[in-house]
């Protein structure tokens, strides 16, 4: 594996542990609170702060994501190490986009 692919998804992987811890704290406090959908979305929308955050998130998982399924489809698959890097873009870029129209319902 390349050297600075396993570095990007270790780095990635060690940004998303307190990524997930926050946001799993925050659905505990959501949940306790007796918060709805539309509770949470007012108290989300126009955060710079939240947008920030979850935009964040979308981009470590989606890098996260794309390295681990190109590293799989390598090893796994009859397809080349290149091919398996292009499906694995594509992915993570699909990944990415919808994780910003998330951001985006959820913050604009």
Do not use: C, K
Not at 85 to 91: C, E, F, P, Q
Not at 92 to 108: E, F, K, Q, S, Y
């Amino acid at each position: 594996m390349n050297v600075r692919l396993y570095v990007w998804q270790r780095a990635t992987a060690a940004l998303m542990v307190p990524l997930v811890a926050v946001h799993i704290a925050v659905i505990f406090y959501a949940t306790r609170q007796g918060l709805s959908a539309a509770d949470i979305l007012s108290r989300t929308r126009g955060s710079i702060v939240w947008g920030a955050y979850y935009g964040l998130f979308v981009a470590a998982v989606s890098i996260h994501a794309a390295i681990g399924v190109r590293n799989v489809l390598a090893e796994w698959s009859p397809l080349s190490e290149r091919n398996a890097g292009r499906l694995a873009l594509a992915l993570g870029l699909a990944l990415a986009a919808l994780g910003a129209r998330a951001v985006a319902a959820v913050v604009l």
